[in-house]
């Protein structure tokens, strides 16, 4: 079974930070293209940061840049979103999706909240 399982969000003050985790099962995230995306209560998804699986490649939304890096551990089978210096602009729910690169994810996780407040 194909599956992609988030973990590791929560509540930080600004200024903080939170590591993601998005563990895979039923595949190798090595062969393929791995994101995030994060949805904003009353806003549109937006993708954050994403992995390919032919070079490693890696591409950041500017709001994140500087601030969040994504990574990948092959004998883990699970991506990794570092983020820090968080700002409440940040808060949303975050999902990790999984796709062969050149075409959409057609595989998500369930989400894991991320809440930057003080």
Do not use: H
């Amino acid at each position: 079974q194909v599956r992609l399982v988030e973990s590791g969000g929560g509540s930080v003050e600004p200024g903080g930070s939170l590591r993601l985790s998005c563990a895979a099962s039923g595949f190798s995230v090595e062969y393929y293209s791995i994101g995030w995306i994060r949805q904003a209560p009353g806003k549109e998804r937006e993708g954050v940061s994403c992995i390919s699986s032919s070079d490693s490649s890696t591409n950041y939304v500017d709001s994140v840049k500087g601030r969040f890096t994504i990574s990948r551990d092959n004998a883990k089978n699970t991506v990794y979103l570092q983020m820090n210096s968080l700002k409440p602009e940040d808060t949303a729910v975050y999902y990790c999706a999984a796709g062969v690169v050149g075409g959409p994810y057609d595989t998500w996780g369930q989400g894991t909240q991320v809440t930057v407040s003080s």
